[in-house]
C-alpha cells in the first residue's frame, strides 16, 4: 500500500508557475503508476496528467498539454507536476493518485493540495 501527501500548491497569478510534489510512504513506489487529477469548484474531479512506474510514458489532458509537465523520482519517492503559463481555470484542489500497475483504477489518493491562479 501506499500513501501520499501533495505540497506545492498556493496563490499565484496568471502567467506564473508552479511546482506539486507528491511524497508517497513505502518502499514500493516505484510499484505503482501515479498520475495527477483536479477539481475545481462545483465540478467533478477531472484527469489532469499521468506517468508509468518506471518514470515513461507521460500522458495529459489536452487542457494541459504543453504547459504542465510530469514527472518522479522513485529514489525520493516523489512525483513531481510542474505548471508553466498559468490560467485562472486552472484553480482547482489537485489531488495525487496511484494504481498498482496491474490495476485499471487509481485507488489511493492524497489529501489535495490547492492552487488558485488570479486573472
Known amino acids: 500500500q501506499v500513501q501520499q501527501v501533495e505540497s506545492g500548491g498556493g496563490l499565484v497569478q496568471a502567467g506564473d508557475s508552479l511546482r506539486l510534489s507528491c511524497a508517497a510512504s513505502?518502499?514500493?513506489?516505484?510499484?505503482?503508476?501515479m498520475a495527477w487529477f483536479r477539481q475545481a469548484p462545483g465540478k467533478e474531479r477531472e484527469f489532469v496528467a499521468s506517468?508509468?512506474?518506471?518514470?515513461?510514458?507521460?500522458y495529459y489532458d489536452d487542457s494541459v498539454k504543453g504547459r504542465f509537465t510530469i514527472s518522479r523520482d522513485n529514489a525520493k519517492n516523489t512525483m513531481y507536476l510542474q505548471m508553466n503559463s498559468l490560467k485562472p481555470e486552472d484553480t482547482a484542489v489537485y489531488y495525487c493518485?496511484?494504481?498498482?500497475?496491474?490495476?485499471?483504477?487509481?485507488?489511493?489518493w492524497g489529501q489535495g493540495t490547492q492552487v488558485t491562479v488570479s486573472s
Open positions: 506517468i508509468r512506474w518506471s518514470g515513461g510514458s507521460p
Open positions: 493518485a496511484a494504481r498498482g500497475i496491474v490495476d485499471s483504477q487509481y485507488g489511493y
Open positions: 513505502g518502499r514500493t513506489f516505484r510499484s505503482y503508476d
